[in-house]
């Protein structure tokens, strides 16, 4: 079995593919877990990986370890990241303003699908809960989505975001902040129920 | 998913006005530093001022519990793993593109 691989997979180069196979082997997940995170859907995610590992192979030999290889790898998938294209039309990048973001009526305090006396995994069993939550995130600004997908989803530390997105630790608290504001937002006032299929609103499913 | 119940005695403030008499901190002011509270970056001074006033400020109460319970639904969201099929193909595909060049 390992030889008829073998004889599939293309010659390699004379530059180390061992050490990219490790390199794939123990970060693959990770980067397309973020990648997923980013993007929303699979496709897209799977090209933002192949986009990171051909980038990261190419720029292996010059990996000097100054970085762990998780944060080097994160930085190299969030530029190609921003590369991307959204396939969609529009989307332009905006900036966030706090004023926009703070709740002007009773409303829009709090979320609209109560979620009180939940677990977080029971809450997200609820579909529109985490179609209201997917859509939020992927309505994001990509910057704003980075820092809160990097801090919030993956878990790190502030200063390590910013070193990924060439950022000062203020800069990303305060993009991290916007982008909580504006998630919360999208959960409370938007609605999160059709208003054509009135259910009420109330759902305590 | 609710985080600690606050402890704070909830007054239910009668007279509004009350919520922001001078040396008090302000809705808006702390509506910015909301995600620090959260994550426990703040002094803790501060953090006691914007103790009081979450006690004495119903919206600002809610507002922070639909924050934190926003952030928490963020570190909850599923994602799904990589197929391992997808792992050997993107592998291949990565390699034919690299020595292709
Ligand atoms: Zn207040």
């Given at each position: 079995?390992?030889?008829?691989?073998?004889?599939?997979?293309?010659?390699?180069?004379?530059?180390?593919?061992?050490?990219?196979?490790?390199?794939?082997?123990?970060?693959?997940?990770?980067?397309?877990?973020?990648?997923?995170?980013?993007?929303?859907?699979?496709?897209?995610?799977?090209?933002?990986?192949?986009?990171?590992?051909?980038?990261?192979?190419?720029?292996?030999?010059?990996?000097?370890?100054?970085?762990?290889?998780?944060?080097?790898?994160?930085?190299?998938?969030?530029?190609?990241?921003?590369?991307?294209?959204?396939?969609?039309?529009?989307?332009?990048?905006?900036?966030?303003?706090?004023?926009?973001?703070?709740?002007?009526?009773?409303?829009?305090?709090?979320?609209?699908?109560?979620?009180?006396?939940?677990?977080?995994?029971?809450?997200?069993?609820?579909?529109?809960?985490?179609?209201?939550?997917?859509?939020?995130?992927?309505?994001?600004?990509?910057?704003?989505?980075?820092?809160?997908?990097?801090?919030?989803?993956?878990?790190?530390?502030?200063?390590?975001?910013?070193?990924?997105?060439?950022?000062?630790?203020?800069?990303?608290?305060?993009?991290?902040?916007?982008?909580?504001?504006?998630?919360r937002r999208e959960l409370s006032a938007r609605g999160i129920i059709d208003e054509n299929d009135h259910k009420s609103g109330g759902?305590?499913? | 998913?609710?985080?600690?119940?606050?402890?704070?005695?909830?007054?239910?403030?009668?007279?509004?006005?009350?919520?922001?008499?001078?040396?008090?901190?302000?809705?808006?002011?702390?509506?910015?530093?909301?995600?620090?509270?959260?994550?426990?970056?703040?002094?803790?001074?501060?953090?006691?001022?914007?103790?009081?006033?979450?006690?004495?400020?119903?919206?600002?109460?809610?507002?922070?519990?639909?924050?934190?319970?926003?952030?928490?639904?963020?570190?909850?969201?599923?994602?799904?793993?990589?197929?391992?099929?997808?792992?050997?193909?993107?592998?291949?595909?990565?390699?034919k593109k690299a020595i292709a060049k």
């Amino acid at each position: 079995m390992a030889s008829a691989l073998k004889k599939l997979s293309p010659p390699l180069p004379s530059q180390e593919p061992d050490e990219f196979d490790t390199l794939y082997r123990d970060h693959v997940d990770l980067i397309y877990r973020y990648a997923h995170r980013l993007c929303g859907e699979t496709e897209s995610a799977k090209d933002l990986v192949q986009e990171t590992f051909l980038n990261a192979y190419r720029g292996l030999k010059n990996f000097r370890g100054e970085a762990r290889l998780s944060t080097w790898l994160y930085t190299i998938a969030s530029r190609a990241c921003l590369r991307m294209r959204r396939k969609r039309k529009g989307e332009p990048e905006y900036e966030l303003s706090l004023d926009e973001l703070v709740p002007t009526s009773e409303g829009e305090f709090r979320l609209q699908i109560p979620v009180d006396e939940l677990t977080p995994e029971e809450a997200l069993q609820n579909k529109e809960l985490r179609q209201a939550l997917d859509q939020a995130i992927d309505a994001l600004p990509k910057k704003y989505r980075m820092v809160l997908v990097l801090r919030d989803m993956e878990g790190l530390q502030a200063k390590e975001v910013g070193t990924i997105m060439g950022l000062n630790e203020r800069a990303v608290k305060s993009r991290l902040h916007r982008a909580r504001l504006f998630v919360r937002r999208e959960l409370s006032a938007r609605g999160i129920i059709d208003e054509n299929d009135h259910k009420s609103g109330g759902l305590r499913s | 998913m609710t985080k600690k119940k606050s402890a704070t005695t909830k007054k239910k403030q009668a007279n509004p006005s009350s919520r922001h008499r001078p040396g008090q901190i302000h809705c808006l002011k702390l509506l910015r530093q909301l995600s620090a509270y959260i994550d426990g970056e703040l002094p803790s001074d501060i953090c006691q001022e914007i103790r009081s006033h979450l006690g004495d400020c119903p919206n600002c109460e809610v507002f922070i519990l639909s924050l934190q319970q926003t952030v928490i639904l963020c570190r909850h969201r599923p994602v799904p793993p990589l197929k391992s099929a997808d792992r050997v193909a993107l592998r291949r595909a990565i390699l034919k593109k690299a020595i292709a060049k």
